[in-house]
């Protein structure tokens, strides 16, 4: 492959130090594929190296969960056993950093009935998702990718095997602002400067609502919730003081907006993978808050299927600000992979909202942090609504427009 061992290294020590950013004694959990074994060992030993105690790795097998889907049914799947609820009751009391990284084929669960898909993770979340709660802000966490063939061959087709994962890896690389000589620490510094800067300009408007508008027929506001912060590239582990980026790439401003305080219809930009499936060319419009008719030239039913896993389901739990010039939109292709395509352009997301925007919110329950309008759900589905001439304008409290976004970018 035409990926140099110095650079693999570098992008290893990026995600282990900057973003998971382990600390001396943690526990480490990494999440893998079986192909990235070598890519495992190398995180691994970055991990031991920034002073992990252990690091436990949890191995992923798309083939594997495929033929569960296929052949086991739909209730033995739905079920949590007891060992792996231990599991989880071993995590809320470990807190141990996760290190996901994403490889999987866009395509991996082609053949599965969605319905059994949906219905299943339905059935899974209800029991993980309290000790999901209980380890929120409490522990670092980072997501970051490694191509794999059928993901490169998904995002470019006609290319051989090789190229493919050559030209995403380029991407990739491109995109975690790492090169064969330079230095990556210091280009996230700069990076994640820029952003909370904005961040902090966003925080000190003071904005009610948001109004987007575009030719392609984007025309909606969404209310904010008054004390909730914008927040953007890192976050900080509320229980020893570690700052950490939980996406590599990342290149968002996100908050989460009143939940069912939202009005008229979102054209999105760019198709959305879910589930596996894609659907198209899709509108959303809401009323009262709530997603109440949607249609898409592909996945129709799936959409349709999407707005109602839950309540929360219909309303939006997140908003986010992404210039055009991201280098993920630079890129010039679909990465069907949300980790990257969200960071492409402006976006919402359907469903569960972050209680970390509220002051104190690391120390609410989910409950209290709906009280105050973040959403909740057991999804959380972002899709793109930054077309190259979106504008947005800030309103605030007293009814003045401050321009926020002009031609798809910061005003
Ligand atoms: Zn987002």
Redesign the pocket.
């Known amino acids: 492959m035409g990926i140099s061992e110095n650079v693999l290294q570098k992008y290893a020590e990026l995600i282990v130090r900057i973003g998971a950013n382990v600390q001396q004694g943690q526990v480490v959990q990494l999440t893998v594929a079986v192909e990235q074994h070598d890519f495992a060992a190398l995180i691994m030993e970055e991990c031991y190296k920034a002073g992990a105690k252990k690091v436990n790795v949890e191995w992923m097998f798309d083939r594997q969960n495929k033929l569960n889907y296929l052949y086991a049914d739909q209730e033995t799947l739905g079920r949590v056993l007891p060992w792996e609820e231990e599991k989880l009751k071993q995590m809320v009391q470990d807190l141990p950093v996760r290190i996901f990284i994403a490889s999987e084929d866009p395509d991996a669960m082609n053949g599965v009935d969605p319905q059994k898909l949906s219905a299943v993770m339905q059935s899974r979340s209800a029991v993980i998702k309290p000790y999901r709660n209980a380890i929120d802000g409490k522990h670092q966490w980072c997501i970051a990718a490694y191509p794999s063939v059928k993901w490169a061959k998904k995002c470019f087709p006609s290319l051989s095997d090789e190229e493919a994962v050559n030209k995403l890896w380029d991407a990739i690389l491109k995109t975690v602002r790492v090169e064969e000589e330079n230095d990556p620490v210091a280009a996230w510094k700069a990076h994640t400067d820029f952003i909370e800067k904005k961040a902090a300009w966003l925080n000190a408007q003071g904005f009610s609502s948001l109004r987007y508008h575009s030719a392609n027929g984007t025309d909606f506001t969404v209310d904010l919730i008054p004390d909730a912060k914008w927040e953007g590239a890192g976050a900080v582990n509320a229980v020893n003081g570690a700052f950490y980026i939980p996406n590599m790439p990342t290149e968002?401003i996100?908050t989460s907006p009143m939940a069912g305080k939202c009005e008229g219809t979102l054209v999105a930009v760019k198709p959305l993978s879910w589930n596996s499936q894609l659907i198209e060319d899709f509108a959303i419009t809401f009323e009262n808050g709530r997603a109440v008719s949607c249609h898409a030239a592909k996945g129709q039913e799936l959409l349709e299927r999407m707005i109602h896993m839950d309540e929360g389901a219909a309303m939006l739990g997140?908003v986010?600000l992404v210039p055009k010039e991201s280098p993920v939109n630079q890129c010039g292709f679909l990465f069907y992979e949300t980790l990257f395509d969200?960071n492409a352009c402006c976006?919402v997301?359907l469903g569960m909202g972050f209680k970390e925007v509220l002051p104190g919110g690391d120390d609410l329950t989910v409950a209290q942090a709906q009280e105050k309008g973040v959403n909740d759900s057991i999804i959380h589905v972002?899709f793109m609504v930054g077309a190259d001439d979106l504008s947005i304008d800030g309103v605030r409290p007293d009814g003045t427009l401050v321009p926020v976004f002009r031609g798809g970018t910061w005003a």
């Open positions: 968002e996100f997140e986010a969200e976006h997301a972002d």
